[in-house]
């Protein structure tokens, strides 16, 4: 059973930076891929980032891609979210999620562990 809980979200302005962070518990979270998703309001939750359970494998949104960085730190049970040159259409809830088996379509449906989500807001 993995547990995740988010960090790190904030009220920040276009053009700035923000980091989230997400522990997961237990002793075996080097055997989960790892991904981020975002829901804002009124809309879809969707997909942001993914991580495979090495760290080799980076895949990203188009809409997010070049400016967040996904990576992970497996001795510390972390996956961090670095996001940079965040713009408004950023707002969102971000969930941290986790899947014991191999993703291959980045879809809510293969990962089977949630956060509860942590608020990031962008003013323009």
């Known amino acids: 059973q993995m547990q995740l809980a988010e960090s790190g979200g904030g009220l920040v302005q276009a053009g700035d930076s923000l980091r989230l962070s997400c522990l997961g518990s237990?002793?075996?979270?080097?055997?989960?891929?790892m991904g981020w998703f975002r829901q804002a309001p009124g809309k879809e939750r969707e997909f942001v980032a993914h991580?495979?359970?090495?760290?080799?494998?980076?895949y990203y949104a188009d809409s997010v891609k070049g400016r967040f960085t996904i990576s992970r730190d497996n001795a510390k049970n972390m996956v961090y979210l670095q996001m940079n040159s965040l713009r408004p259409e950023d707002t969102a809830v971000y969930y941290c999620a986790a899947s014991r088996n191999q993703v291959s379509s980045f879809t809510q449906r293969e990962y089977g562990y949630w956060g509860e989500g942590t608020q990031v807001t962008v003013s323009s």
């Open positions: 991580i495979s359970l090495t760290g080799v494998n980076t």
């Open positions: 237990g002793r075996s979270f080097g055997l989960y891929d």
